[in-house]
């Protein structure tokens, strides 16, 4: 057993600046030189290397993870009488930027082991008002997009990727952005990707998309003094400073994410009370957040109350599903299409354990320590 007490903390944004500290701030001095803050060079700069990074033609920055969503929606005509089936577990922000667009939002179940959307519940979910397929990478891991795929073709519908958790993540044998229609991105602080701030991007290989989403983000004007209806919604030139230094890196620090994902799997393998993350047979899981459920939802907040006193700052995503928000059913807005108990028992059960890439091998190890003593105790 490990003696000293550690604090092991959720997030590691000071420590990742600190290891990149020259790059971040030459590049944040070259912005404020330059008088260009918004819709400048940098911004420029940032859209064509994450539009490279996805092989894809075209990104466009906007302000956040939800308006890239809802403006997306917006460019393809989604609106008010259609409908978008996604899932309950996720952020609420998902379902939330398709009622800003003014559509309904119809929920199914995920899938037992990976949690993300399960592609056998939705066809029951499809009915004549129907436009899109809205699955969510959720923790970090690609849903199944072939699948997903097969059956928007079969129905006409469209297909967008909320990305927000899996920037670098593949499935098997596809691409994030290979078999949707546009995907979108979140560069709040805390993402794999983020900034010091707010910032989102859309990316696409759709010239429509593209053209009407840069409309959208800008007042709707793609020339001076011509609008028509949009929103303001831009992604910030100091921001795109920050985050194309911050892209360099994402192969290493998806790396250093995976082993330790490894390191609690092989530390965590005899405790018999929780279960470990599924990674998918040829996916690349690229652990945003490192989700391990108790197998009996009573020994959830135990176990995390455990955890927090002994100093580690454990989390849950999401302890409440949307579908288990107050109030719900909100009227007309949001309809559930068979059971949902596969996010509910994700809901009741999931903790997410410190995960980020400048973790240090004592504190996964110390981490791993305290789940198997409390583990021990909950036989
Ligand atoms: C973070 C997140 C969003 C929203 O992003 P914001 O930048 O916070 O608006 C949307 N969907 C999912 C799955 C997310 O994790």
């Known amino acids: 057993m490990l003696a000293t007490k550690l604090n092991v903390a959720f997030y590691g944004h000071v420590r990742q600046y600190h290891n990149i500290r020259a790059e971040i701030d030459a590049g944040i001095q ?55 089936i996604t899932t309950t577990n996720t952020f609420f922000a998902t379902a939330e930027a398709i009622w800003i667009a003014g559509a309904t939002v119809v929920f199914v179940d995920s899938d037992a082991r990976t949690n993300c959307i399960d592609p056998g519940k939705i066809e029951a979910a499809i009915t004549a008002n129907t436009k899109a397929i809205v699955p969510v990478h959720l923790y970090g891991q690609c849903a199944d997009m072939k699948a997903i795929r097969k059956i ?33 991105l979140s560069f709040i602080a805390h993402k794999n990707l983020g900034t010091f701030g707010d910032g989102g991007a859309i990316v696409t290989k759709d010239p429509q998309i593209d053209r009407m989403v840069r409309r959208l983000r800008n007042h709707g004007s793609d020339k001076r003094s011509c609008h028509s209806p949009g929103y303001n919604s831009r992604l910030d030139d100091l921001h795109a400073s920050v985050l194309s230094a911050k892209l360099k890196h994402i192969e290493e620090w998806t790396e250093l994410r995976r082993r330790w994902a490894s390191r609690y799997n092989v530390g965590l393998a005899s405790a018999s ?34 955890l927090n006193e002994e100093g580690i700052d454990a989390k849950c995503h999401y302890p409440i599903a949307i579908h288990q928000q107050e109030g719900f059913p909100w009227a007309h807005e949001a309809r559930i299409v068979g059971t949902i108990t596969n996010s509910e028992r994700n809901a009741a059960c999931c903790i997410s354990l410190p995960m980020f890439p400048e973790l240090t091998e004592e504190e996964v190890d110390y981490t791993v320590d305290r789940i198997l003593e409390w583990d021990r105790r909950a036989q």
């Open 30 to 84: 070259e912005v404020l030189e330059s008088g260009q803050y918004v819709m400048g060079p940098m911004l420029q700069r940032f859209e064509k290397e994450l539009a490279d990074f996805h092989g894809t033609k075209y990104a466009i920055g906007v302000g956040n993870g939800t308006d890239a969503l809802w403006l997306t929606f917006k460019s393809l005509g989604i609106g008010r009488g259609d409908e978008c």
């Open 152 to 184: 928007a073709d079969k129905h006409h519908l469209l297909v967008i990727e909320d990305n927000a958790q899996a920037i670098g993540a593949h499935g098997d044998g596809f691409r994030v952005a290979e078999l949707s229609d546009a995907v979108t």
């Open 273 to 306: 009370n929780i279960t470990l993350p599924y990674e998918a047979p040829g996916y690349r899981h690229v652990y945003h957040l490192y989700v391990i459920e108790t197998k009996r939802p009573e020994h959830r907040d135990a176990l995390l109350q455990f």
